[in-house]
């Protein structure tokens, strides 16, 4: 079963498309990286698919089931431009809290883990508004990661990142294709993306203009499937 | 086609209100207030037509969000904008009554406050929808606000005529009564404001998609 | 990864518990609607004769527009909390249905709001010279049902003006029309319970209305939340 299908989607603003028939799937263990340009329909894409808001037309599945059921929303883990957590609670309470949202048995322990993990262990008492840009992030990270996600849903992830930052979420993306966690990201970084992506594909106002494996030419050459397929 | 019915339905209702118009002015004045009293054939079939709307409007919106078509929305605006029209004039015409009969222009009556409640309500919904950009989300929010609104409109009626009541007894349904023939003019007259309330709503409906359509074709130009 | 089965009440105290912890850390918003209520409080005394028997006729009338007014100042910052850092989007994401998620939200709303009337009223009792204990029990269950109809309506409207433009003007001109039969119970009855008055058969039909209105209204946002925030 692919981790997460995309059957037939349109996505309408009033009477305009900004998602035209899209078709993508992603196996279990694969990383798509959706590029484009600004407007491309990147990011409605991957909030459709992460179930903030609903197809126009078309299916979306995580592992067989629809965005907005329960199941499908524990195993998908979302990261925005917005780091989502709360800059008047500490980083402990900030984890707590989505660790009890998405019901895990232990939410300090998990939280703790992953504030050791991020680095983060010594400030997790103090409150989010104090910390630097770069421990923001690395708490984003953790709070999208908490709960185990299946499938990993990251827009522009590596835009505005710190170098630190850059480097915890590298690690932890490899950690998780290794066992099998699927990731969609969309991105203008090609490098640091076609560093990590299996399958690449490409939109062009809001159309599948290219969906392949990516292949070593486009991993020498991040240009190579704009110049190849895209602005036609 | 579109065009043809909307202009026979619009000149039958022209017709329909001149003939109307003529017969009312051929009426005797009334015993008590004298001439006033006929602005009743208007002042009530203009609160009849605009609750009508707004039950129309609560009907499109629900469809709305159960089938995200957005003709459903466009008839939710056109209807709920006409509505306000009419509404406007049951308030003005209302007024216009009450500074001959009670001598002032406006009183806190129960009637009058609610209908200009309703009136604040719906303007709301407009101001909503103005403030919103995104299609999509702004005849989400505006059918949501809809429903809000009009499951109100029977607490609001109700409330304020328990808060005070100063009204005459309706005409109808109130212990008033009115000659057989003159009811016959007033129901038509009801017919007519409803036939204008259609054309206008036909009319601003079109507008509506044509709006929609300009929408989409700006994000278009905008994508390129 | 064992998931522990998250009863739905305990899905609705984690917000409520969220967002009480976040507004008591900061108190903004509930310090700028205390010193609102105080700044009404003191207007209205230059507005009424506070010695006046008629101004305490029309208390329960004063009463309730500053708690409305004060009201919406705590209700603002509800929906729009969670913008900042796009904290809403993880809250959708999240494995709630959204109903909880507005449950939670409206209950820290009740909670702040009927806080500031706490405050108001006591001072409200001292500034105009009314003994406002004398019906206590009665005054009570009706400060808590008018409040609940206004946290239940601004909640859900705060949710629906939360990416608008004018956000803060938007709601009450959307919220007070919706709330204005509830108000008008809530004075009605403030009014004489304030006088020493008990509810009587004579007015226990505002007292229907009011429940009858926050059951209504309890019952179709929690139908329409998941749509206001999904579409």
């Known amino acids: 079963m692919n981790a997460v299908g995309v059957e037939g989607v349109w996505k309408f603003y009033g009477d305009y498309p900004a998602l035209r028939d899209v078709n993508l799937e992603a196996e279990p263990g694969a990383c798509l990286a959706l590029i484009g340009r600004n407007g491309a329909g990147k990011t409605t894409l991957l909030r459709t698919i992460a179930g903030f808001s609903r197809p126009g037309k078309g299916k979306i599945s995580i592992f067989g089931n629809s965005p907005r059921d329960t199941e499908a929303r524990k195993k998908m883990g979302y990261i925005g431009h917005g780091i989502s957590v709360y800059d008047e609670l500490s980083a402990l309470e900030n984890l707590t809290l989505y660790g009890r949202l998405y019901g895990l048995a232990d939410p300090r322990k998990s939280a703790m883990e992953w504030l050791e993990r991020t680095g983060l262990e010594r400030v997790k008492n103090g409150l989010v508004r104090e910390f630097s840009r770069g421990m923001r992030q690395r708490l984003a990270v953790a709070r999208a ?67 392949g494996p990516c292949t070593p030419e486009m991993a020498a050459d991040p240009g190579w499937v704009y110049a190849r397929y895209g602005e036609g | 086609m579109r065009d043809k019915i909307l202009f026979v339905i619009g000149a039958a209702a022209i017709l329909l209100l001149a003939r109307d118009i003529n017969a009312i002015i051929g009426l005797p004045e009334e015993r008590n207030q004298g001439i006033i009293f006929k602005i009743i054939f208007f002042h009530v079939p203009m609160a009849i037509t605009a609750l009508t709307c707004s039950l129309v409007a609560f009907f499109a919106s629900i469809a709305f969000l159960i089938t995200k078509n957005f003709k459903f929305d466009a008839v939710a605006v056109a209807v709920t904008e006409v509505g306000l029209a009419f509404l406007a004039g049951n308030l003005i015409t209302g007024s216009i009554w009450g500074r001959v009969a009670w001598g002032i222009w406006w009183t806190w009556d129960a009637r009058l406050t609610s209908a200009l409640v309703c009136w604040l309500l719906y303007a709301g919904y407009l101001m909503l929808r103005r403030a919103i950009e995104e299609p999509t989300q702004r005849a989400t929010f505006a059918a949501v606000f809809s429903i809000f609104a009009f499951i109100d409109v029977p607490i609001v009626v109700f409330s304020i005529k328990w808060w005070r009541t100063q009204h005459p007894a309706p005409v109808f349904w109130g212990g008033g009564s009115m000659p057989k023939d003159w009811f016959a003019l007033w129901a038509w007259n009801v017919l007519a404001m409803m036939l204008i309330a259609i054309v206008f709503t036909a009319v601003r409906l079109r507008q509506e998609e044509f709006q929609r359509e300009i929408d989409s074709l700006r994000r278009e130009a905008h994508a390129l | 990864m064992g998931y522990a089965r998250l009863g739905y009440a305990r899905q609705v105290a984690t917000i409520f518990t969220k967002d009480l912890r976040a507004e008591l850390r900061t108190k903004e918003a509930i310090n700028a609607s205390l010193s609102f209520a105080l700044v009404m409080l003191l207007l209205f005394s230059f507005a009424f004769d506070p010695s006046e028997e008629t101004t305490r006729e029309i208390s329960g009338g004063l009463l309730w527009i500053v708690f409305a007014f004060a009201g919406t100042l705590l209700l603002n910052r509800s929906f729009a909390r969670e913008l900042g850092n796009d904290c809403l989007d993880a809250l959708i994401a999240a494995p709630i249905p959204g109903s909880a998620l507005f449950l939670g939200k409206a209950l820290a709303n009740f909670v702040l709001v009927m806080a500031v009337e706490l405050i108001a009223l006591p001072l409200f009792g001292i500034f105009y010279n009314v003994k406002w204990t004398s019906q206590f029990p009665q005054l009570m269950m009706v400060i808590v049902l008018g409040t609940w109809a206004m946290t239940v309506t601004g909640t859900i409207f705060s949710a629906l003006t939360v990416n608008i433009r004018l956000r803060e003007v938007m709601l009450p001109i959307l919220n007070f029309p919706i709330l204005i039969p509830a108000l008008l119970g809530a004075m009605q009855l403030t009014s004489s319970l304030v006088a020493g008055k008990p509810i009587t058969a004579d007015n226990d039909a505002w007292l229907k209305m009011l429940i009858g209105f926050d059951v209504m209204y309890t019952a179709v946002s929690l139908v329409l939340v998941e749509t206001v925030l999904v579409g």
Do not use: C, W, Y
């Not at chain 1, 480097?167 to 066992?179: F, K, T």
């Open chain 1, 145 to 211: 990661f908490l709960h185990e996600p299946r499938v990993l849903l990251l827009d522009e992830p590596f835009t505005a990142l710190d170098d630190r930052a850059i480097a915890v979420l590298q690690q932890v993306l490899r950690e998780a294709l290794a066992s099998g966690k699927t990731i969609v990201m969309s991105t203008h970084q090609l490098r640091e993306a076609l560093e990590l992506a299996t399958h690449v594909a490409l939109l062009n106002r809001g159309q599948v203009a290219f969906h």
